[in-house]
């Protein structure tokens, strides 16, 4: 297929937009209402692709819907073929979820037999390991096909674990543009300016670490910084203390930007125990309810679709890749927060490793600004979360599946509720559940 290639830096043709993993039909909705609604970016070409030919329809749909709605010039094309999706694209925004729902099921409920308690298992911990090796295969081809098809393009990666996915493509496509975007940061703030009732668009702020556990160092309003009136606010509510959130806050000093259901995850502190999970007001497994909401979401969407319905539009604007895709298409200069390698970045963090940290966007590109240090206390946890992270990128790079192992062995929710037998037998569980997906040489059946 000959597409209108582009340039992302001159944007001289028509710039060709792919969604891999367009079935996300929420996801990919949001996306689109976010960019259609800038009013100064020419004619586009989106491309939607994926696996599910159901799913894609319903994609297409509300593509198509969106821009009529929104009054946008744009070229829909939807294809089950990534080669032919990926030609002459200029921007690759990848949202894939491999396994789909009965992938974050065996995540969830196998473990569980053994004892052990995720809420969301799509980032660190036992969880994220199996969903990252599942997703490297698709990552190194999708990777592939960019640097033979579009090689000037940018990856702008949603898919989690995010970490363990920007590292490994750190390391297997290095001569990539790939950039992690997650909205965690921004939220946070947006929500906790909610809280103590100050406009966030009169605040500036800076957080760093590594995504889902990132720390804000800096939020003020002018000269004023803005945790004194946080820290009041949770005073004046007994209930406060008992989100996980609010706990990490006080021990650690800076605020972390996941919410509590997922931050409870990445340490020892929470779902050791059935006093502790009451304590924080916890559901274990929430995941599972997450994604049947999704399912039904889509379902709803479906429906609505083929009834002629109209969909629900977020009104305000909340997703980097269509602002980075605005800055990069006009030279609209920018900051944002986003995950790349830890060259130089974070000098207490390892090298290499994926970190999150603020970054400025232009015609340029994406151009992550140093940050210094993270609060030592910040830096020890994130080191452990990349920990796994790191023994999970190396039993793909090697083939050693028992790294697969040792990566859960250090994961600080694992280790605070099994046993090292527990870990093994649970690891060994999961391979047999996702073998599709895994390559042979960690005990799966894929051939690579």
């Not at 125990?273 to 929430?286: D, G, K, V």
């Not at 603020?358 to 920990?387: M, Q, T």
Request: aromatic fraction near 8%; proline fraction near 6%.
């Amino acid at each position: 297929m000959t597409s209108k290639a582009v340039s992302p830096r001159t944007g001289s043709r028509t710039p060709r937009i792919v969604f891999v993993g367009a079935g996300s039909v929420v996801f990919t909705r949001q996306l689109l209402t976010d960019l259609f609604g800038f009013d100064d970016l020419p004619p586009l070409q989106i491309v939607l692709y994926d696996i599910d030919s159901e799913r894609l329809d319903v994609a297409r749909g509300t593509a198509e819907q969106v821009r009529e709605r929104l009054g946008r010039q744009a070229d829909v094309v939807a294809t089950l073929d990534r080669r032919e999706a990926l030609d002459g694209a200029g921007f690759v925004i990848n949202m894939v979820q491999v396994g789909g729902i009965d992938g974050t099921r065996a995540d969830l409920e196998i473990p569980a037999r053994y004892g052990l308690r995720q809420t969301i298992g799509d980032t660190t911990g036992i969880g994220g390991v199996f969903r990252g090796l599942r997703t490297f295969p698709v990552l190194s081809a999708l990777a592939r096909d960019m640097i033979e098809l579009c090689p000037d393009a940018w990856l702008l990666n949603y898919t989690n674990p995010m970490a363990m996915n920007i590292w490994w493509l750190s390391v297997v496509a290095p001569q990539l543009k790939a950039v992690g975007l997650c909205h965690s940061v921004y939220w946070t703030v947006h929500d906790l300016c909610d809280l103590i009732k100050v406009p966030v668009e009169e605040v500036s702020y800076r957080a760093g670490g590594v995504n889902h556990q990132s720390w804000l160092t800096t939020w003020e309003r002018g000269d004023e910084d803005l945790y004194p009136l946080l820290r009041q606010v949770i005073a004046g509510d007994p209930q406060m203390v008992r989100r996980v959130r609010v706990e990490i806050f006080r021990r650690v000093g800076f605020y972390p930007t996941e919410t509590s259901e997922h931050s409870a995850e990445y340490l020892s502190w929470f779902l050791r125990s059935e006093e502790q999970i009451a304590r924080y007001r916890l559901t274990p497994l929430e995941y599972l309810q997450i994604s049947e909401e999704n399912v039904a979401e889509f379902e709803q969407a479906r429906d609505a679709l083929a009834a002629g319905r109209p969909l629900e539009l977020a009104e305000e604007p909340a997703e980097y890749a269509p602002q980075v895709i605005h800055s990069m298409i006009t030279g609209t200069r920018r900051q944002i927060h986003a995950n790349m390698p830890n060259a130089g970045l974070i000098d207490n963090l390892p090298g290499g490793a994926a970190v999150e940290v603020p970054a400025l966007v232009d015609a340029e590109g994406v151009h992550p600004l140093r940050f210094g240090s993270v609060p030592p206390v910040g830096a020890a946890l994130n080191r452990s979360y990349l920990s796994v992270a790191e023994l999970t990128v190396t039993a793909a790079l090697t083939g050693d599946p028992e790294l697969i192992r040792r990566a859960v062995l250090v994961d600080p929710n694992a280790a605070s509720s099994l046993t090292p037998e527990q870990i093994w037998a649970a690891c060994d569980d999961l391979t047999a559940a996702h073998a599709r997906y895994l390559p042979r040489s960690l005990g799966g059946d894929l051939a690579l």
